[in-house]
């Protein structure tokens, strides 16, 4: 019988809510992504340590007392290889649900896309779904993925979007195929304008088009930052006075753990210029408002 994720986070108690942690192996040892992938990623982020699962990402979190939005890419069409499932990642977040909040991913190139992300939030309560432009190898703003749009609009939950330059595929021969030029967030301005009702979350500092990604969230308000995959020091000066001025209710702390973590990012924040006054809500509130967890 399914279980499916009712959240259970007590927000008071709450540091912080990073909003991208990635599974990257499920309880049966099977990888994510395929082998040459996961080591050109780990070459290329120079992390080499292991893929924790997803029991131990939130013992990990509790003991930091943050909550995490927790996710896989399904990308079986692009890599013919498959994924880590997201109903999977749902049970273990139910499992813990006291920091974890699941977040879906399903293959868009696929027929049946659209059924199973409803399935995903009607059968196991998904909080949000996941995508990656890049490595699923679709473009955002084709109107093939509209119907899957409206499906996650109608859910009232938001979709994350990778965007800018990946390492995934990084240093394989012709990046083994996969092409930047589909995480441009302004692929994402169309759906953006069309699904007003739907939060998109563009991923990242957006290298190289931090502007874009600037521009799309100054014009569309149902669109936001989240600040992981990158150390705070290597930040975008006009990322910085974005969040620390006119973005600031709309920037999200993610990490992109295991990749990066929490405990290096909070410590090389320290070292920019985001100002004292806007970190509650990078750090945590921007997102409790994003997620609905403080109904």
């Known amino acids: 019988m399914t279980t499916r994720y009712e959240s259970a986070i007590d ?107 409803r399935r995903l939030v009607e059968e196991h309560g998904v909080r949000g779904f996941k995508f990656h432009p890049t490595v699923q190898g679709f473009d955002p703003s084709d109107e093939r993925h509209y119907p899957l749009y409206a499906v996650i609009q109608d859910a009232a939950v938001p979709a994350l979007f990778h965007t800018g330059q990946t390492g995934i595929g990084a240093g394989l021969p012709g990046g083994r195929g996969l092409r930047l030029g589909l995480s441009n967030p302004i692929l994402l301005d169309p759906v953006a304008a069309d699904f007003p009702d739907l939060q998109i979350i563009m991923a990242h500092p957006s290298v190289p088009w931090q502007d874009e990604a600037l521009s799309v969230a100054t014009h569309k308000h149902n669109t936001w930052i989240d600040l992981s995959g990158w150390s705070p020091k290597y930040f975008p000066e006009t990322l910085v006075r974005a969040a620390n001025s006119y973005l600031k209710s709309r920037v999200l702390f993610g990490s992109d753990f295991p990749l990066l973590t929490p405990d290096r990012w909070q410590r090389d924040v320290a070292t920019t210029a985001l100002k004292q006054e806007v970190m509650p809500g990078i750090l945590k509130d921007n997102a409790v408002r994003l997620l609905g967890l403080g109904a």
């Open 11 to 117: 927000v008071a108690a709450l540091t912080a809510i990073d909003v991208h942690v990635h599974i990257e192996v499920d309880g049966h040892g099977h990888h994510s992504l395929p082998d040459d992938l996961v080591e050109a990623a780990s070459r290329y982020f120079s992390a080499d340590g292991p893929r924790p699962d997803l029991d131990s990402v939130a013992a990990y979190y509790r003991e930091r007392r943050m909550a995490a939005v927790v996710f896989t890419v399904d990308a079986e069409t692009q890599l013919g290889h498959s994924p880590v499932s997201s109903a999977e990642i749902a049970e273990g977040a139910a499992r813990n649900n006291d920091v974890l909040i699941p977040f879906g991913s399903v293959d868009p190139r696929r027929t049946d896309a659209v059924d199973r992300a």
